[in-house]
């Protein structure tokens, strides 16, 4: 069965670090079908838009989409519905992607990279599943006012409204769930559900899809004690279900654990598991063009791709298996540089890593 993916550079280092992960791909030996298409700044510079009719086409009709970044400082001064940055919500919005997938992973030999102690994150490997298109970042009515009421009635006043629909924590609670299947069978619910009815709503719900999944664990944190927990004692967690304000302020601090940003990868999944892989990273304007960048999170980023569109968990354990021998073997890119290791170029690092998939 052939699987279609459309790869997305993008800007600064995307072409760069997509080129390993393209590399590492091919090396498989499967049946990918892909194509290339402009996105971001060089999609304005090109085509005058950051997300392209052809593009977002594109998008559509493959299987997932592999993703660089986007964003220059170039483009700062555009109005913002042509900045590099609105192609990602235009992806995000146009094919539905309403799961985020953010692992964090401390590899044993970049534990010295955090600024925890070792043995707080050595070995530490959670997933962050969090809601992506609901919640008061999108909940409406929205907007500025006089006060009608509260501490100041008669003062100006803004307020946004956190909302979600049975339907939309289902769909999320189920993400989690099968998730978990995938890993160590256990789902923490991540709420502020003493204070908020829309947490409540949540709570009750991801008790209601649990009944479906008997064989994994659920519990239950509010989000002030998961924000301590992440740092006391990680390692405790495995995989984190939560909506969208809260999954974007938790899993930013999940993945700071580990303290390299050039490692992170991350999933956003529609119903039908079509979806949008990339690394947490940005474009990095900094380091473009010098083939120094760590591709490592866009290459693990193609594995989450296999593993959660089109079902390889064998080959994704394999792609993962080859970058735990690389960093094993000491090599490292220079963001990741510790003494005694060898220094190598993005694309000397993109080699190392199908060299360790034979
Ligand atoms: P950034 O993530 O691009 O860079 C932050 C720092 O980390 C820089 O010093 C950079 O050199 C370094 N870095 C990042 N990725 C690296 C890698 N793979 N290997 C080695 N070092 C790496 O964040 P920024 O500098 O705040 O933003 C730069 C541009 O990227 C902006 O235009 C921003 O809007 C955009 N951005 C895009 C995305 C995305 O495409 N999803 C995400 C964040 C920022």
């Known amino acids: 069965m052939t699987h279609k993916i459309a790869v997305l550079p993008g800007d600064g280092i995307g072409t760069e670090i997509v080129d390993q992960a393209v590399k590492v791909l091919n090396a498989l030996g499967e049946d990918f079908e892909m194509e290339f298409a402009d996105v971001g700044g060089v999609a304005y510079a090109h085509h005058g838009h950051p997300l392209p009719e052809a593009t977002l086409n594109l998008a559509k009709a493959a299987d997932a989409v592999l ?13 913002r519905s042509l900045r590099p940055e609105q192609a990602i919500l235009g992806l995000r919005k146009a094919l539905g992607l309403f ?7 401390c590899f044993a030999e970049l534990t010295s990279a955090s600024t925890l102690r070792p043995e707080v994150v050595s070995g530490l490997d959670l997933l962050i599943v969090r809601e992506l298109t609901g919640d008061i970042y999108f909940g409406t009515p929205r907007g500025r006012r006089t006060a009608p009421d509260g501490h100041f009635p008669g003062a100006p ?22 998730a978990a299947r995938k890993r160590k069978n256990k789902v923490t619910s991540v709420d502020k559900a003493n204070v908020l009815e829309t947490s409540q709503l949540w709570r009750d719900t991801v008790i209601e899809v649990a009944k479906d999944y008997p064989d994994v664990t659920l519990e239950h944190m509010y989000v002030d004690n998961a924000a301590m927990q992440l740092v006391r004692a990680p390692k405790a967690l495995d995989v984190v279900l939560t909506g969208n304000i809260f999954g974007d302020i938790l899993s930013d601090e999940a993945s700071m654990l580990t303290g390299s940003i050039g490692m992170l990868a991350s999933a956003s999944l529609n119903d039908k598991k079509q979806g949008l892989y990339e690394p947490s990273h940005g474009s990095a304007p900094d380091i473009a063009g010098k083939n120094i960048a760590n591709p490592l999170a866009t290459i693990l980023s193609a594995a989450m791709m296999i593993r959660y569109s089109f079902d390889m968990n ?4 394999r ?18 540089m510790s003494e005694g290791c060898r220094k190598v170029s993005c694309s000397e ?6 060299a360790a998939l034979a």
């Open 314 to 317: 064998e080959q994704a354990d």
């Open 319 to 336: 792609i993962e298996a080859a970058v735990q021998k690389v960093l094993s073997d000491g090599v490292r890119t220079g963001d990741i």
């Open 157 to 178: 006043e803004a307020f946004d409204t956190m909302r979600y629909t049975v339907p939309e924590i289902e769909r999320i609670a189920r993400v989690a769930f099968e």
């Open 67 to 79: 993703f660089g970044a986007v964003g220059d400082f170039k483009y700062d001064n555009l109005e």
């Open 99 to 105: 799961a985020n997938l953010r692992p964090a992973k």
């Open 349 to 354: 690092m993109g080699d190392a890593v199908v």
